[in-house]
Nanobody, 118 residues
Framework: QVQLVESGGGLVQAGGSLRLSCAAS????????MGWHRQAPGKQRELVAN???????NYADSRKGRFTISRDYAKNTVYLQMDSLKPEDTAVYYC????????????WGQGTQVTVSS
């Protein structure tokens, strides 16, 4: 299995920046992609961005240009740099890892709150 621990959330003013981190442990060699999702109050969880083992990245359209996902393989950590934050970016951000162990599985972190004030 893969365990994930997020950090870096908090309160920031509109236009500001935050960097989220997600450290993976456990069967990390089985991971083939990591990413971030978010869930705002009353809304469904949605993709923010993900990054595959070959370095390819994928972003939800509305986050392109403002958010950057990266991965440090030596530290088993994925990052989400968020710039030009807007109040509508307020949500709980969840890290996830897709890994293969007798089939494809998804592991989720506990979530970290990001609040953007206007």
């Amino acid at each position: 299995q893969v365990q994930l621990v997020e950090s870096g959330g908090g309160l920031v003013q509109a236009g500001g920046s935050l960097r989220l981190s997600c450290a993976a442990s456990g069967n990390i060699f089985s991971i083939n992609a990591m990413g971030w999702h978010r869930q705002a109050p009353g809304k469904q969880r949605e993709l923010v961005a993900n990054i595959f083992n070959n370095g390819r990245t994928n972003y939800a359209d509305s986050r392109k240009g403002r958010f950057t996902i990266s991965r440090d393989y030596a530290k088993n950590t994925v990052y989400l740099q968020m710039d030009s934050l807007k109040p509508e970016d307020t949500a709980v951000y969840y890290c996830n890892a897709a890994y293969i162990s007798g089939g494809l599985h998804n592991s989720w972190g506990q979530g970290t709150q990001v609040t953007v004030s206007s």
